[in-house]
């Protein structure tokens, strides 16, 4: 896919997932104008860039749905439910159609055009529906009252032609000036419609120099030329004589659209006005000497000290609004694109677009300093000079300060993956007929990019469930004194170097007596086991746990909890529910702030260091007097299977004499790792191994100790697992063996 | 036929413009400096406008204008100068001077035609 392709499926999506960000706005505001224009703005964006690129299929759609949102923004239609769930659906096809583009298919595949079209009809309706009598609605778009612009001594603008308002200074004639040669000169541009002769200011006869002139005109004037045009008619006596120039109302909505298509850059408002032609340089001159004239007033009465404070220098546009030279809606347009402009460009000033695999490394690269760093810090010490063991534990802290920097890097705020979920808590609650709200919290808060990517599944399932299983239905609610409408939140914040997201509800909570006897049922835990409440709540991310009778289309889709627990441990994190009956449930998940670096602890087998992530260790404790063929030992009265990475790993040499037994807790199984020597805590880089160890059990990454050498992270996970195997095949061969002794 | 008076101390300048205005029917005197234009507008020459260069050696245009619009028969006539530069300072002073306006060089003949008819009848 060439790179402007790629740039414009990115850029589209995000225009698409703000599109519909504000129709799901739109229906808690249906008269927030801003939103209306926002939503237009977005589809009109995504069609234009898609003409450019020539993708005729998405273009063609997108057209149609700017045609209906133009209606919208217009107020020829007003927002209903039904036109928000087709606009969202249109969403959601142009996203296929996206996906199309991605997938370098040069026509969209027949079932997506049909949906395509049948999209098209369903816009097509609400169009022509349009077009019947345009009954005036109520909580249409209320029309603003725009007081019409008067000119000084004469009427106001009625019909559709310029307007031009002109009085000559006393000076023009003497200056060689004849005023008729103006206006003959004007007529020369267009027509001349009407005109009046303003005597106002012509003196008693007695008084008057027969040399000065006295006069003005209201001239009624249709052109095609340019406002600056006519101002040029009268360059000569623009210092004498005052003068305004009214577009038609028709040139009004010319320049509202000028100013809608100037190009994004930082323009000042009089430069903006003036490029979309409804003001000219000269008239911009007069207001700015104006303001700047009123503002040096303001200081000089600063000085004095009778200013009232806080009273700020008087805006351009106003006045230019006031002095009649530009029409307010020119202005509020202007401002409003302005506004628009330098929102963006600061959000854009803000933000720098980095292909994550240059960041990824980058991450790479900094592990490598930290590595290089701990070696150097080694050597230092054990070279012994004091000023070298100084300055590498500056660099060393420097490394780390660098390390933490570039992990932040990789940091996105968790927001936008809460954002989603707005769309899926409407579109399920209108499903089930429940009446939800999704509020969110802690959107702000980061982590890492690879956790975020992977954490939206588990929390897809979870909100699902708090959807479907955990608000009641509206009359259960009410029978049981709620309000109708239930609650799902979704929270996040940080917690002592891990974040914590949690899902909550205010629906019936978990019935603790039918998880308990369904785990009975199922096998689950043993009758007459004492559990505390806590534990039979989280027997719902047991495998094969499903307390929901009825499999319903939204959870239960043979995907249990279990599934959400294993994606979140595969993140490193866990997960737990804590519930009160009848007042609701939350689930909170725990993961590490990045994935990249880890809390280890290292252990050694003869000249082998291996890191046993920290967070998996319970205890360790030493390996007494145990013959070599026994696999389990008594901890505390539990019995707890071992295994020795000696003999998994086949490596060789002499027992020592104190061999240590590390515990380790996975899933709520627990298994002994035997080992020759505890090393300690240790933070480390976890490096990928390469392709051709994917295979190897056990062994789930390596990273690069200070010496220099390679130590290898175990995956407990499978550790674990193997323990259980083994444990099971010794009893299978302990019955058989039993067996063969029955049968002598 | 309407007289257009000509001041200017390049005579290519001169020659151009008088083309130009002959051929779009006006009539045409020329000076090739101020201190001779302002002899001949001291003796009464009847003209319906003044076109003169603002950069001259000796007299300057600016001197020339105020000293024409002193005199009572071309208290009315219209002045126009020819300048490069599009400063606002020189145009104001050409103005305070008595100028009813300017022509910009290098001017097409569009261009002077047209500020012409916007003050000659």
Redesign the interface.
């Known amino acids: 896919m060439d790179e402007l392709t790629s740039v414009f499926v990115q850029e589209s999506r995000e225009q698409l997932a703000e599109m519909e960000a504000g129709l799901l706005r739109l229906e808690q505001d249906p008269h927030d104008a801003d939103n209306i224009n926002a939503i237009f703005r977005a589809a009109h964006t995504i069609k234009g860039a898609s003409g450019v690129i020539e993708c005729g299929f998405i273009e063609s759609f997108t057209h149609k749905v700017e045609n209906i949102l133009d209606k919208l923004r217009n107020g020829e239609i007003s927002v209903s439910g039904p036109l928000a769930t087709l606009l969202l659906e249109c969403c959601d096809h142009m996203g296929r159609l996206i996906d199309v583009l991605e997938a370098q298919q040069a026509q969209p595949p027949e079932d997506v055009s049909n949906q395509g079209e049948a999209l098209q009809v369903r816009l097509t309706d609400f169009l022509s529906a349009t077009e019947a009598p345009p009954a005036e609605e109520p909580g249409a778009m209320p029309i603003e009252h725009e007081s019409p612009v008067e000119i000084s001594g004469g009427g106001v603008v009625i019909t559709d032609g310029w307007h031009i308002s002109v009085r000559f200074g006393p000076n023009v004639l003497r200056g060689g000036m004849d005023p008729l040669s103006f206006l003959r000169y004007l007529a020369s541009l267009g027509e001349i419609l009407g005109m009046e002769t303003i005597p106002d200011s012509m003196p008693e006869a007695e008084e008057m120099d027969p040399e000065s002139c006295y006069l003005g005109f209201e001239i009624h004037f249709q052109t095609r030329a340019s406002k600056a045009d006519i101002e040029r008619v009268f360059d000569f006596v623009q210092d004498e004589c005052e003068l305004r120039i009214l577009p038609p109302n028709s040139k009004i909505s010319e320049y509202l659209k000028h100013i809608e298509e100037l190009p994004e850059d930082n323009m000042r408002l009089g430069e903006m006005l003036v490029r979309c032609g409804a003001l000219t340089q000269a008239e911009l001159d007069e207001a700015l000497r104006q303001q700047a004239a009123l503002t040096n007033n303001e200081d000089a009465g600063i000085t004095e000290g009778d200013a009232t404070e806080g009273h700020q220098a008087p805006q351009l546009g106003e006045i230019l609004v006031e002095q009649k030279v530009v029409q307010k809606t020119l202005v509020d347009a202007a401002v409003g694109k302005q506004a628009q402009v330098t929102e963006k460009k600061a959000k854009e000033s803000r933000m720098i677009r980095v292909q994550a695999d240059k960041l990824d490394q980058l991450i790479d690269l900094v592990g490598e300093l930290v590595i290089a760093g701990a070696s150097t810090n080694l050597l230092a010490n054990r070279s012994g000079q004091t000023e070298l063991v100084e300055a590498t534990s500056i660099l060393s802290r420097l490394v780390e300060d660098i390390r933490d920097s570039a992990l932040q890097l990789r940091m996105v705020q968790i927001g936008e993956t809460f954002n989603r979920f707005h769309r899926v808590v409407r579109d399920v609650s209108k499903e089930l007929e429940k009446n939800i709200e999704l509020q969110i919290s802690g959107g702000e808060t980061e982590l890492d990019k690879s956790v975020v990517e992977k954490i939206g599944d588990p929390l897809m399932h979870l909100v699902r469930n708090a959807l479907d299983h955990g608000i009641e239905p509206a009359a259960v609610r009410m029978a049981t004194g709620k309000p109708v409408q239930g609650h799902v939140a979704l929270n996040a914040y940080h917690d002592s170097g891990s974040i914590v997201i949690e899902v909550s509800d205010d629906g019936g909570g978990l019935k603790k007596e039918r998880i308990l006897a369904k785990a009975i049922e199922k096998g689950l835990i043993q009758q007459g086991y004492n559990l505390s409440d806590q534990e039979i709540v989280n027997l719902i991310f047991e495998p094969g746990f499903s307390t929901m009778e009825k499999v319903s289309n939204l959870s239960g889709r043979g995907v249990g909890m279990d599934v959400v627990r294993r994606n979140i441990q595969s993140l490193r994190g866990t997960v737990d529910v804590t519930t009160q009956e009848g007042i609701g449930s939350t689930f909170t998940i725990r993961l590490p702030l990045t994935l990249a670096i880890i809390d280890g602890f290292l252990v050694s087998v003869e000249q082998a260091s291996y890191v046993i992530p920290l967070d998996t260790v319970v205890e360790c404790i030493e390996l007494n007097d145990q013959p070599d063929n026994k696999h389990y030992l008594n901890l505390r009265g539990e019995v707890l299977p071992f295994l020795r990475l000696r003999e998994i790993f086949g490596i060789e040499g002499e027992i020592p004499f104190r061999e240590n037994v590390v515990v380790v807790q996975f899933a709520g199984q627990k298994a002994g790792i035997v080992v020759d020597q505890l090393m300690g805590e240790f933070q480390t880089v976890i490096k990928p191994l390469g392709n051709i160890f994917k295979h190897l059990r056990g062994i789930g990454g390596s990273t690069i100790l200070g010496s220099g050498e390679v130590a290898l992270i175990l995956d407990v996970q499978a550790l674990v697992q193997h323990c259980a195997n083994q444990e099971e095949n010794r009893k299978r061969n302990a019955g058989h063996a039993t067996r063969l002794l029955e049968s002598r | 036929m309407k007289t257009i008076f000509l001041v200017d101390d390049s005579a290519t300048i001169l020659l151009s413009i008088s083309n130009i205005l002959s051929k779009a029917g006006y009539a045409t005197e020329k000076a090739g400096n101020a201190e001779e234009a302002l002899k001949r507008f001291n003796a009464g020459v009847k003209v319906d406008l003044l076109i003169t260069d603002l950069n001259m050696p000796g007299m300057n245009g600016i001197e020339l204008i105020k000293e024409v619009r002193k005199l009572p028969a071309y ?5 126009l100068f020819l300048t490069t530069e599009s400063q606002q300072s020189r145009k ?1 002073e050409a ?1 305070a001077a ?5 022509i910009v060089k290098p001017a097409t003949a569009d261009e002077l035609l ?1 500020t012409i ?5």
Request: charged letters at 20%; zero cysteines.
């Open positions: 208290k009315f006539m219209p002045i104001l103005k008595g100028a009813s306006g300017w047209n008819k916007l003050v000659v009848r």
